[in-house]
């Protein structure tokens, strides 16, 4: 069992930066690829990024892609993302996720394991 606790959210003018952090339960936490997603009121969860078990290896949404950069530390147990030139699009509830696939993936059912969410309001 994985508990993860995503903090950082909060509200932030067009432009602006965010960095949330995510804090795992698991001792084994370098097993786990880890992700995070996004849901907007009315929308589908959506894949934000995701990163490898030795953080070598990421992958973005197109839509993120260039903006946020997700990271980890393994000696932390702790994935952070951080957000740049944040958008009202980018507007959501933000996830986090563990994932035992040995690779990164952007695929939702492909996470067993998921935080409770933090709020990312960007105002215009």
């Known amino acids: 069992q994985v508990q993860l606790v995503e903090s950082g959210g909060g509200l932030v003018q067009a432009g602006g930066s965010l960095r949330l952090s995510c804090a795992a339960s698991?001792?084994?936490?370098?097993?786990?690829?880890m992700g995070w997603f996004r849901q907007a009121p009315g929308k589908e969860r959506e894949f934000v990024a995701t990163?490898?078990?030795?953080?070598?290896?990421?992958a973005y949404a197109d839509s993120v892609k260039g903006r946020f950069t997700i990271s980890r530390d393994n000696t932390k147990n702790t994935v952070y993302l951080q957000m740049n030139s944040l958008k009202p699009d980018d507007t959501a509830v933000y996830y986090c996720?563990?994932?035992?696939?040995?690779?990164?993936?952007?695929?939702?059912?492909?996470?067993?394991?998921w935080g409770q969410g933090t709020q990312v309001t960007v105002s215009s």
């Open positions: 698991a001792r084994t936490f370098s097993s786990y690829t």
């Open positions: 990163i490898s078990r030795s953080g070598g290896i990421t």
């Open positions: 996720a563990a994932s035992g696939v040995p690779i990164p993936t952007k695929l939702t059912y492909q996470y067993k394991y």
